[in-house]
């Protein structure tokens, strides 16, 4: 079973930034999360990874409260091709585990 | 483009058939893995290979074998399979470097599988 819990659907104007909610209350220490997205009918896309300070890349802004319990993904400035399928994952790093997706958040961005 | 492509794109066979989907990875990777997502359901993970040795097994059915014959090219070779294993197949790879060290997975675009 996925170990977070997220929001079904949300909706998003374009131009607005989307701050899309990820809670893991049982995360442990050495445990990263890990955000991908999947556009319709194409394979996952790497996002953004934390361990427990905020980061920010070209793509999006992570933020993890101080205890690590949840998180927020960012996108400063959402266009419509941001539509998709964000996925939330918190996974530790150990030879020869997985990502194991849940359902994730179907965010619809309009114009 | 990510790096890994996988071929067909579109597959329809019938029950009594065999066919082999296919991925290549261009990016130096050491991890490979497939992926089955259903229709309107979470990604599943079926096989994960790790210097070309299979680590893991999510218990799928026999009539789906995999294959790495090199760290650069995936197999996912398919007989007798049932309608309902209709879906999209997705493979993925990464980079696994040490433990504790974060890696990202590459998927291709997968492959939509339909079994009349």
């Known amino acids: 079973d996925a170990k977070t819990t997220q929001p079904t659907s949300m909706d998003c104007a374009e131009g607005r930034a989307a701050n899309l909610p990820c809670n893991h209350s049982t995360i442990s220490g050495n445990e990263y999360v890990y955000w991908y997205r999947q556009i319709h009918s194409q394979g996952p896309q790497y996002i953004i990874h934390?361990?427990?300070n905020n980061e920010t890349n070209e793509m999006a802004s992570l933020i993890i409260t101080e205890d690590r319990k949840s998180s927020t993904l960012i996108l400063p400035h959402a266009t419509l091709r941001d539509t998709a399928v964000y996925y939330c994952i918190v996974r530790v790093e150990e030879a020869g585990t997985a990502l194991i997706f849940g359902k994730g958040t179907t965010l619809s961005v309009s114009s | 483009e990510t790096g890994v492509t996988q071929t067909p794109r579109h597959l329809v066979m019938g029950m009594t058939n065999k066919k082999s989907l296919k991925c290549e990875q261009h990016l130096g990777h050491n991890a490979m893995y497939w992926y089955k997502q259903s229709a309107k359901k979470p990604l599943e993970l079926m096989f994960v290979?790790?210097?070309?040795?299979?680590?893991e097994n999510n218990s799928v059915p026999s009539r789906f074998s995999p294959e790495c014959p090199n760290s650069s090219h995936l197999f996912l070779h398919l007989h007798t399979l049932q309608p309902e294993d209709s879906a999209l197949y997705l493979c993925?790879?990464?980079?696994?470097?040490?433990?504790?060290?974060?890696?990202?997975?590459?998927f291709g675009s997968g492959t939509q599988l339909s079994v009349l």
């Open positions: 290979y790790n210097f070309k040795e299979q680590t």
């Open positions: 934390g361990l427990k």
């Open positions: 993925a790879s990464s980079l696994f470097l040490v433990e504790g060290v974060p890696e990202k997975l590459f």
